[in-house]
């Protein structure tokens, strides 16, 4: 018995290998990377639909009982081979494993899960060749008590066990499936697949005490595959030599490892699924920059006096809060009535990044022109998986006409059309209003997290459809939609994300159980899970529940919840008409103003490997005049994950941390905090909080005469020992650090509470959100608020974006501070005067009073202030840490390098024993 663990195929399709005839070739020109023609697309707007795992267990079932289900591509006619490399569709290809014997066929097993196409590009230096690389769900092949006894046929001295992985693929356009049937003999079934190629893994030969054993290597193995069908002599199985196919004849792989069920697989790095977690994949997988050569393949010029085309081709990378959508688009500054376009996606084509077959002719009325300044403004709507609303997932606008001279008045004026290929990049918001209308009129906004964009198409009016350009060519214009290092990562992560919907039917059928889910009181974010790890075995999965603030007070799930009962949509027209619906304004109630934009902060869903950042800013009202504070911050569990072991990676620990880099400038009763953003990955529970405790040390510090060296710290007086006590707490808040699936990204304001939490709070604030569990305190009366109006800022943001300044802009997030205000009777007011404070005695000042007169005269601007000053910090930052790390160790934490998630300690006893 053994297991074939199969996680990545790469394939190769290409044009080049079949012969072409001298029409195609000569319409298409003679430049090989030009071959590589826009017809390869044409495939999104055939009738075709994704495989049905009926059809791949029939397929196995059959050919293994020696019925024969598929033909291999070498049975092709060359037009129909081309036919097939011209509506390839990646994500039907299958795998069928075989174990033989020789030439005896022991057992096939068929490919289960769902393929995830990771790359796809064109190698112009081998003819222009179409690369594909496959991610499959990690496919488990169980081989059990697999007997030859049984079989005839076999000849032990010449005969070898061995595995045969086929590659297969499965017919769903109509086309081409009619093609196969008319070849079916009469009165049989037809074909449903073809054989694009195979590879073979041999057994190798163990001797024990004289006898002969076969097994398999159990190994991470990569298996090259070759084109054609399967040769009769299994033993050699050579690779056979045909013009008439689609796999490569080099470059194809399929990776793999074989285990012994009884042993934990280990799967090499490309292929874990733990491993990819964090895995950031090239620039080039997302975004190709502009070819200009593709110019010449444009039809010649045209003014803004002659007909023309908008093609509506893709929108590329839609965020994790969208499941179906639709682009606008309209005309500005048109002297005449242009009708609004509205393009819907292909159903079959892909969820994150659909396509459209979508063509509008602007033909001006006899006699007249379009005005050569007009801009084309368009939009994305999408229904918001969260709110089940619709909302505007972003605008961008694109120039029709390039204008000779930009001086002329608009009847004078004579405009060139924009003609080609556009990548407009979505941005957040309405177009600046200190300006004309134009392409730039968005750039200022925020644009939507992960390069969002629409692929358009200008081009003189012809009366077919042209077809849909290969993106990956250069065709469009993408010099807008350059990713930077964040937005890769943000990229990377929807390319991870393995609960989005592979295609554009699967989302619509999403988005009709989540919105029932709404209206039944469920949480929606059940239904879209991102990245959840494994719960401990036999764990009960609680229900979530909503509190009476809309914060989740129940448990992510770490399974998929059983979906509500829908309506049955049966067949393409229902869809469409579905997508029409939902995201047709008009059918909105009459007094219902306009959209919202999207919430930026649910664009991405969090995972574990992105992380997220926290950066602890300041604390506003502290009773510390004459003190050092820093703060202590503790990534704190909810109970769904408290002892949930960490991740491979070593993500999912307890996180803690201290934050104590002062700004001297600040004031020492609002001290200012210049510590980098900290990066945590704690896995997602809606109850998971960060705890942060302020201290305040009054100590006594010595510093060098001359200022060569750190200083000495000691007690303060009457006090025989440095230590950490009651009267160093200066308060504690809490933050939730996940909301709506998502980071709960944003500035901060938490209200300060006096001292430490109490053990009431750190039990009810792992099974409910911050806000009922401090109002919970506050109403049972185990903890006290600061009524002094002391708070305390920092900020969430989402762990792809390597720094803030890249980051979509953080808004304001004081609703638990406002509330808790109310609760308390210690009004909004008194927190944003506490915070207006711009006057007392500065940090700059503990520094100065440690320094010798002469020096002291000279004020923060000497040298030896700058010396003085880095040196107090880095004596007083150690002083702290020391102090911190021994009541961590008297708590069971152990120190901040060593401490793991597999620790022993009670996750309450840091607090309370202080």
């Known amino acids: 018995m053994f297991y074939l663990f199969v996680s990545k195929t790469k394939i190769v399709k290409s044009r080049s290998s079949a012969k072409r005839s001298t029409s195609a070739v000569s319409a298409k020109g003679n430049d090989g990377a030009k071959e590589e023609d826009a017809e390869d697309h044409e495939n999104n707007s055939r009738n075709s639909d994704f495989v049905d795992q009926k059809t791949i267990d029939s397929i196995a079932a059959a050919e293994l009982s020696g019925q024969k289900s598929f033909l291999d591509v070498t049975e092709l006619r060359e037009s129909h081979v081309l036919k097939l490399i011209d509506s390839f569709m990646p994500q039907n290809v299958q795998l069928i494993t075989t174990v033989f014997y020789g030439r005896s066929k022991l057992r096939s097993i068929a490919f289960t899960g769902s393929n995830k196409l990771i790359t796809a590009s ?74 694009l190629g195979y590879g073979r893994v041999d057994m190798w030969k163990k001797e024990e005490n004289g006898r002969v054993f076969w097994e398999p290597p159990y190994q991470s193995i990569k298996v090259n595959l070759s084109p054609g069908p399967l040769p009769p002599d299994m033993n050699s199985m050579p690779a056979r030599s045909n013009e008439r196919y689609i796999l490569a004849k080099d470059g194809c792989y399929v990776e793999m490892n074989i285990f012994q069920p009884d042993q934990q697989i280990t799967p090499s790095p490309t292929v874990s699924p733990q491993a990819r977690r964090d895995q950031i994949y090239p620039k080039r997988t997302f975004w190709t920059p502009y070819n200009p050569k593709t110019q010449e393949l444009l039809p010649a010029l045209i003014s803004n006096m002659d007909d023309f085309d908008i093609y509506i081709d893709q929108v590329r990378f839609l965020p994790d809060n969208c499941r179906i959508c639709k682009v606008t688009a309209r005309i500005f500054k048109s ?49 918001d998986i969260h709110s089940t609303e619709i909302v505007v997932c972003g605008s961008g606008a694109l120039v029709l006409y390039n204008v000779e001279d930009t001086s002329a008045n608009r009847k004078t004026a004579k405009g060139w059309l924009n003609a080609g290929g556009h990548q407009v990049r979505l941005y957040w918001g309405y177009p600046a209003e200190d300006r004309p209308l ?18 358009v198409r200008l081009l003189p009016h012809t009366e077919t459809h042209e077809p849909l350009p290969d993106y990956q060519s250069g065709y469009y214009k993408s010099d807008s939609c350059d990713p930077n290092e964040s937005e890769v990562r943000v990229l990377s992560h929807y390319l991870r994300h393995d609960q989005y919907p592979q295609t554009v039917k ?10 029932l889910a709404v209206k039944q009181g469920k949480d929606p974010t059940s239904y879209t899970n991102s990245d959840p790890p494994p719960p401990p075995d036999n764990e009960p999965v609680e229900p979530n529940q909503e509190d009476q603030d809309g914060l989740a007070t129940g448990h992510k799930s770490a399974e998929q919840p059983r979906l509500p009962t829908v309506a049955v949509l049966s067949g393409d027209d229902d869809y469409l008409a579905y997508i029409e619906e939902r995201l047709d304004r008009k059918r909105l109630p009459a007094n219902q103003p ?3 934009f999207v919430t930026l902060e649910d664009c991405i869903d969090y995972d574990l490997g992105s992380g997220l950042f926290i950066k602890v800013e300041q604390a506003f009202g502290l009773l510390s005049n004459n003190m050092y504070s820093s703060c202590f911050a503790r990534i704190n569990p909810g109970t769904k994950t408290s002892d949930w072991a ?15 880099k002062h700004d001297y ?82 500035v901060h304001l938490l209200p300060i509470f006096e001292e430490q939490p109490s053990t009431e709070f750190v039990q009810n604030v792992m099974q409910m959100s911050v806000l009922n569990a401090m109002k919970k305190a506050l109403k049972e009366g185990t903890d006290k608020i600061n009524r002094l109006g002391a708070s305390v800022r920092l900020k969430l943001f989402d762990g ?68 003085a000053e880095h040196y107090y910090e880095m004596a007083m930052s150690d002083t702290f840490y020391n102090l911190l790390e021994d009541q961590m160790m008297e708590a069971g934490m152990g120190p901040f390098e060593e401490a793991t998630a597999d620790e022993q300690f009670d996750p309450q006893s840091l607090f309370y024993n202080f």
């Open 506 to 515: 699967e989302g619509v059928l999403q988005y009709q159980k989540v919105e």
């Open 665 to 746: 400038k600040s004031l020492q009763t609002s001290p200012r905090w210049l510590d980098n953003p900290y990066k945590v990955n704690p896995y997602y529970d809606v109850n998971t909080c960060l705890l942060i405790q302020i201290f305040a040390m009054n100590v006594k510090y010595v510093g060098d005469s001359e200022v060569q060296k750190p200083g000495l710290v000691y007690p303060p007086e009457g006090k025989e020992n440095l230590m950490l006590e009651a009267e160093n707490r200066m308060g504690w808040t809490a933050v939730n650090l996940f909301e709506r699936n998502s980071v709960n990204s944003g």
């Open 800 to 867: 792809n974006y390597v720094n803030e300044s890249e980051c979509y802009p953080l808004k304001d997030q004081s609703r638990v501070l406002k509330k808790m205000a109310a609760v308390s009777k210690v009004s909004v007011k008194r927190y944003t005067e506490t915070r207006e404070v711009s006057t007392g005695k500065s940090y700059s000042m503990l520094v100065l009073a440690t320094m010798e007169p002469k020096y002291q005269k000279k004020g923060t601007q000497g040298e030896k202030y700058k010396k």
């Open 122 to 195: 064109i190698n112009h230096e081998k003819k222009g060749r179409k690369e594909f690389e496959i991610v499959v769900s990690h496919e488990k092949f169980l081989f059990s008590n697999i007997d030859p006894s049984a079989f005839g046929g076999i000849d032990g001295a010449i005969d070898v066990p061995s595995i045969v992985i086929r590659i297969v693929y499965v017919v769903t356009d109509e086309e081409i499936g009619g093609i196969l049937a008319a070849q079916a003999p009469p009165g049989s079934v037809a074909p449903k697949a073809i054989q």
């Open 646 to 660: 960490k991740s491979p990676e070593g993500f999912g620990t307890e996180y803690k941390f201290i934050v104590n």
């Open 438 to 455: 134009d392409e730039d009129s968005f750039i200022h906004n925020p644009p939507i997290p992960g390069t969002c964009s629409v692929l």
């Open 335 to 383: 002297d005449f009535d242009v009708p609004d376009l509205e393009a819907f996606p292909e159903l079959n084509s892909d969820a994150r990044s659909p396509t459209f077959k979508y063509k509008s002719t602007v033909a001006a009325p006899e006699g007249e022109e379009v005005d050569p300044f007009s801009v084309l403004v368009l939009r994305v709507y999408i229904r």
């Open 594 to 596: 306009p959209p919202n």
